[in-house]
């Protein structure tokens, strides 16, 4: 920047340079800053950008190099139009470099925003302030947009407000922006119809939720089984009267000589359970006395005495069971130390030999498939794995669930219970075999994973290993025969447990057994040192592997359904249905029932399973009742109800009664509070229609 010449001053100084001292003479100009240097200079400091400053009356006080080269010069579409010399240019300029027709209002319009800057900066003394300003490109002719930007600021020299001024192109901005409001606008509409559209799938699905509602409460009235227990009624009578609905006085009545009529044991089963299941039009008498049987047993039938026999009630018939082989020592024994079973025996490398087995592509998919798939085809993997079904399955699960890691699992004995476990059951029961067991920790661990259990933290990590563990069991030396013929026969088990569900506790004392043998125990001293784990794992098998009983099935799913719906509520607008639960807040015996209702669900999953795998399934056990049938025969007791091969048809003419009564409710009460359950109650309504056809079909 040039400077104006003021004065020179010179002196005489002495300057030392390597050891000498010489003189010489300093000279101190002093300059003197022009005007325009000293506006220059503020407008700098105040912002580069700027490029014009004018005075109150719109006068030219200095404009930058760059600004006057674009007014002089007249290139480019900002150019201004070439004046006479600087002081020419003026603020009206700037604001009329605009092509009038282009503002909607003429020249009227362009004058009246050039006051309307001048008023915003000199009078109203705002900090800033623009204008759009319309204008015809030189190079093209296209329509385009200048914006005039305006401060206030001092003249440095006359110390009066001036106001900087700036003009630049903003076309592209502008064009950018409309862009980004269409953009904006076509999101928002585009929102708008998702929005529509979720509202649409969601009244779609309520509507499919209702439809399906409407099927199972048609089932559920079609059937005319009312599975309501004395305390169930009692429950909805405190209810209504809660709701301010007080029943009638005949509906009073009736439950006064429903609950004068019940036990104890009978208050957690559907009030007349005998009569209507014995009654029931749609269903024949033997199909009723098969449900009646398995659901409340043979307490009514006298011990079975064989012909002959003069040793009065202590004689013990004969068992029909397979032959003991005495000698194994891994054999399943029960309490008596009479073995129930002839399992296939093998050495101590035979039972490692899973550890080294090498997975084949196709066991791979398999168990992949196994990890996430309700509809599992148990059978094709068991044609896979060859003997080692349940072994496998189980340890591939246990593992990929982190227990091994997180108990410290000693991974060659865990493999060698779980071989010693699948020897333990009967190869030729056509039902009650390690492949239905594999089948059921594959469905408890869909359940605990994919259905919502894990993913409500209604357990925690040592219940989910306990609930595989109590799955693989709990089936374990099973004679192919249920608890009421060992209780006829007055077998060593219904003996030892008092008849009260003799093979699942034999199921869990046995399978205890073999893990207590050193060579099998795979959790570590740290575990079983724990002051609460192995109470609660042993706590959470024995309930659950009891709860299979079916005879304790009306008790469990009763409490069940009382305990996880909302409490009453005075007020009516307020329903009481099933909600999502804060587990933190539920009673440990209620979870205990979340606990058994899994494994309930998974043993009898197979009404949910694929149509050919669900009747394969019901022809094996139709199978296996058949056998009995037979073992009862042999020994003069009468054949119970569908298990006599010589008439037509067996346990299969009960399956609609079994899913009406048993099967839909229970699958119903878990998918209600876990509705990530929802795929296996729609397999098991698949699976009752599948039968239905088959009912309306002339044979």
């Known amino acids: 920047m040039p400077m104006h010449l003021a004065r020179i001053h010179s002196k005489a100084i002495r300057v030392d340079s390597a050891g000498h001292v010489e003189t010489a003479i300093l000279h101190i100009v002093e300059t003197e800053a022009s005007t325009a240097e000293m506006r220059g200079a503020a407008m700098h400091d105040r912002s580069a950008k700027h490029s014009f400053l004018f005075s109150q009356q719109g006068t030219l006080l ?73 204008y015809l490109s030189s190079s093209d002719g296209t329509a385009k947009w200048a914006k005039i930007e305006m401060w206030p600021m001092m003249d440095p020299v006359s110390e009066t407000l001036a106001v900087l001024v700036k003009r630049h192109d903003v076309t592209r901005d502008v064009k950018i922006n409309e862009q980004l ?74 439950l006064y000589n429903v609950l004068s009529k019940s036990d104890t044991a009978s208050l957690r089963q559907p009030v007349g ?98 990890e996430q798939s309700w509809r599992f085809d148990i059978f094709g993997f068991t044609e896979a794995t060859p003997g080692n079904t349940l072994a496998m399955l189980t340890f591939h699960l246990v593992r990929r669930a982190g227990f091994v890691q997180l108990y410290k699992l000693d991974e060659v004995k865990l493999c060698r219970v779980l071989q010693a476990l699948e020897a333990g059951y009967q190869r030729d029961n056509p039902y009650h075999n390690s492949i239905h067991v594999a089948s059921v920790v594959q469905m408890t661990h869909m359940l605990l994973c994919h259905g919502g259990v894990l993913k409500s ?39 030892t447990y008092n008849d009260q569900s003799p093979l699942e506790n034999f199921h869990l004392a046995a399978s205890t057994r073999l893990i207590q043998v050193p060579c099998n125990c795979f959790v570590p001293v740290e575990f079983m040192a724990h002051p609460t784990n192995p109470r609660r794992y042993r706590d959470v098998c024995i309930s659950q592997v009891l709860g299979t009983d079916m005879k304790k099935h009306f008790d469990i799913i009763s409490r ?31 979870k205990t029932l979340v606990l058994q209702m899994v494994l309930k669900c ?33 020994v003069g007791l009468p054949v119970s109800p569908l298990m006599d091969r010589n008439q037509t048809g067996g346990m299969t003419r009960s399956q609609l009664g079994f899913f009406n009564i048993v099967g839909l409710p229970l699958f119903k009460a878990m998918a209600e509070l876990f509705e990530e359950a929802q795929p296996m109650l729609e397999g098991v309504m698949a699976n009752l229609q599948l039968w239905e056809s088959a009912a309306d079909t002339p044979v």
Request: some cysteine; charged content about 25%.
């Open 181 to 254: 409001t269409t953009q904006g606008e076509a999101l928002q509409r585009d929102n708008q119809e998702l929005e529509q559209e979720q509202r649409r799938l969601e009244q779609e699905a309520q509507g499919l939720a209702q439809r399906l509602d409407a099927v199972l409460q048609d089932k559920f009235a079609s059937s005319s089984f009312d599975s309501d227990t004395p305390i169930d009624k009692t429950l909805g009578y405190l209810q209504s009267i809660i709701k301010g609905t007080p029943p009638s006085v005949h509906t009073a009545v009736e």
């Open 457 to 495: 933290q209604a357990m925690d990590p040592l219940e989910h290993f306990s609930s595989y563990w109590s799955a693989a069991i709990h089936d374990y030396g099973h004679t192919g025969v249920n608890n009421d013929f060992l209780i006829k026969i007055r077998h060593e088990l219904a003996i």
């Open 560 to 590: 069940f359904q009382a305990a996880f719906k909302t409490a009453p509520s005075s007020d009516a607008s307020k329903p009481s249905t099933s909600v999502r639960m804060d587990w933190n807040e539920v009673k440990p015996q209620d």
């Open 273 to 370: 359970l005998e009569q209507q299941l014995l009654k029931r039009s749609e269903m024949d008498s033997e199909v009723g006395q098969s449900m009646l049987q398995l659901l409340r047993g043979t307490h009514f039938v006298t011990w079975f005495q064989s012909p002959g026999d003069d040793k009065g009630d202590s004689a013990q018939a004969e068992d029909p069971t397979p032959s003991a082989d005495t000698s194994a020592s891994s054999a399943p024994t029960d309490d008596a130390g009479s073995s129930l079973t002839s399992p296939r025996h093998q050495s101590s490398e035979d039972l490692t030999a899973m550890i080294a087995l090498s997975v084949t592509p196709i066991v791979e998919r398999f168990l992949q498939e196994a």
């Open 602 to 634: 998974a043993d009898i999953g197979h009404l949910a399973a694929p149509a050919k795998t669900h009747k394969r399934w019901a022809f094996q056990l139709e199978e296996e009742f058949f056998r009995q049938g037979d073992k009862e025969r042999a």
């Open 62 to 134: 200095h404009a930058s190099k760059a600004a006057l080269e674009a007014y002089d010069q007249g290139s480019g579409d900002m150019a201004y139009t070439k004046g006479p010399h600087d002081e020419g240019i003026t603020v009206n300029h700037l604001f009329h470099l605009g092509v009038y027709q282009l503002y909607p209002g003429g020249k009227e319009e362009a004058c009246a925003a050039l006051e309307e800057g001048l008023n915003a900066i000199f009078n109203l003394q705002l900090e800033y302030h623009c204008h759009l300003q319309p």
